[in-house]
């Protein structure tokens, strides 16, 4: 899902309703406000939305923007069944 998309479907707080983002911009490499107004009760508000942390690192990290990286979930390697003598 795009940033976008996601900013989109943030409900109002007030009314539950969907709103749309006005205006956007980025604060920093790592975090992006928006501005939000409801479609039914027309209400307005601001959001953050940080990255907090890769899942996938595919790229040398700039010291700037320097995340931490999620923990793999660790599956046990398939092992052969020994056989019974
Ligand atoms: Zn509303």
Do not use: D
Not at 32 to 51: D, G, M, V, W, Y
């Amino acid at each position: 899902m795009s940033l976008r998309r996601h900013l989109r479907r943030i409900r109002c707080p007030e009314c539950g309703g969907q709103t749309s983002v006005r205006t956007s911009r980025m604060l920093s490499s790592t975090c992006k406000e928006a501005r939000h107004q409801c479609t039914a009760c027309q209400n307005e508000f601001r959001s953050l939305t940080p990255i907090e942390i890769e899942l996938v690192r595919v790229a040398v990290p700039k010291p700037s923007t320097l995340l931490p990286l999620a923990k793999r979930k660790r599956t046990p390697p398939a092992t052969a069944q020994p056989h019974s003598a």
